[in-house]
Every structure is written in structure tokens, then in C-alpha cells.
């Protein structure tokens, strides 16, 4: 794994996500995987780590190594296109990428089409998702 390669975690903040205590999971999954960037930080197995909040906008989140993550605020719908403009701005073009979306899958049946048809022409990008609630 090169020190270069870059994993994204996306975290849904749509309205969907209020049901069932959906975005307090996704709270203690990103710092689950803040902590583990933490104790892996001197082999670099995670490589860059990049944190996205994700909804009607998508944009970056600053989450210290040591403060408390508080909850997030969640409204709106899923919507793809600013999604995939985070994306590229983070890995353009070629570029390798790691994506690991916590989501519950709510989305409106042209965005998945949207990132179907992205993902196929970004050979570079991995993508898993974490079914929330």
C-alpha cells in the first residue's frame, strides 16, 4: 500500500439518517476509524485519511485526534453530484482512492445511476459500504 493512497469516509447526514439513532452509529464508526488511523499512524496501512459529510451538500470534516466527536446534524436528502465533486477534487483524474461510505442506502434511483456511471470510469477507486440501520 502506497503512502500516497488516500481512504474516504463518507458519512451520510441526510434526513433518513434520524431514524433509530442511524447517525450516532455513524458518529462511533468515524471514530472507530479515527482511532484506528491513530494506532496504525507509523505503518501508514491506512495511508491519507480523509473525512466527507455527506447530504444535500458534501464537504470535508476537520475531526481532531482527540476531541469528542459530537453528533451530527442530519437534514435534506442524499444527493450525488456534490458527492462526486468532493471526490474528484480529493483523487482526480487516475488517481488511487478508497471510499467507504456509512450510509443507510437511501437514495433516489438517478443518484445511484449517477455513481454506478462514475465508479465506472475511475479504475483507481475502491469502494465498500457499511449498511447503517
Known amino acids: 500500500m502506497h503512502d500516497t493512497q ?14 433509530l439513532g442511524k447517525s450516532m452509529l455513524v458518529r462511533n464508526l468515524l471514530a472507530y476509524v479515527r482511532e484506528c488511523k491513530r494506532l496504525n499512524d507509523r ?11 455527506w447530504g ?3 464537504s ?4 481532531g485526534q482527540q476531541e469528542e466527536l459530537r453528533s451530527f446534524a442530519v437534514s435534506g436528502s442524499a444527493k450525488m453530484d456534490p ?13 488511487e482512492l478508497r471510499v467507504l461510505v456509512l450510509s443507510d442506502g437511501h437514495l433516489a ?3 445511484a ?7 465506472r470510469k475511475k479504475p483507481g477507486v475502491s469502494v465498500r459500504a457499511i449498511a447503517v440501520g
Do not use: H, N, Y
Open 43 to 53: 505503518s501508514r496501512s491506512l495511508g491519507q485519511l480523509r473525512f466527507i459529510s
Open 83 to 95: 458527492l462526486l465533486a468532493l471526490l474528484e477534487e480529493i483523487a482526480p483524474g487516475d488517481a
Open 6 to 19: 488516500t481512504l474516504a469516509v463518507v458519512a451520510d447526514c441526510s434526513g433518513s439518517m434520524r431514524e
Open 113 to 119: 445511476l449517477a455513481f454506478k456511471a462514475w465508479r
Open 56 to 58: 444535500t451538500e458534501a
Open 109 to 111: 434511483s438517478s443518484d
Open 60 to 63: 470535508e470534516l476537520e475531526l
